[in-house]
């Protein structure tokens, strides 16, 4: 499995960022794909998942209604919308797939066996 994450950038605070996670090497049916990220000097943390099939989702909660997760099957691509980013937003961004995740487990970045390169976003004026 190969995850390539892209779309990071410097963006001012207030801006908005897509980021996309293209997957190959596989089918993903089953899995499960993930967003995490890591700011300097801190641990991973969950920010948003998506079922590949069927769609359900979940955020981490002080991120819910800035950022928006989204899947194109046809592309193999997972999106991360993020709108009215913060400074404290800024980190790098990693998708990552892990097969047959429990939904309760999702933000566990221990249950992802597929991570990409990550993508670095950073928030400043």
């Known amino acids: 499995v190969q995850l390539q994450a892209s779309g990071g950038g410097l963006v001012q605070p207030g801006g908005s960022l897509r980021l996309s996670c293209t997957a190959s090497?596989?089918?993903?049916?089953?899995?499960?794909m993930g967003w995490f990220r890591q700011a300097p000097g801190k641990e991973r943390e969950f920010v948003a998942a998506?079922?590949?099939?069927?769609?359900?989702?979940r955020y981490e909660s002080s991120i819910k209604d800035r950022f928006t997760i989204s899947k194109d099957t046809a592309k193999s691509t997972v999106y991360l919308q993020m709108n009215s980013l913060k400074p404290e937003d800024t980190a790098v961004y990693y998708c990552?797939?892990?097969?047959?995740?429990?939904?309760?487990?999702?933000?566990?970045?221990?249950?992802?066996?597929?991570w990409g390169q990550g993508t670095l976003v950073t928030v400043s004026s």
């Open positions: 990552a797939a892990g097969y047959g995740v429990i939904h309760g487990w999702w933000h566990d970045f221990n249950k992802y066996t597929d």
């Open positions: 090497g596989r089918t993903f049916n089953g899995y499960v």
């Open positions: 998506i079922r590949w099939s069927g769609g359900n989702t």
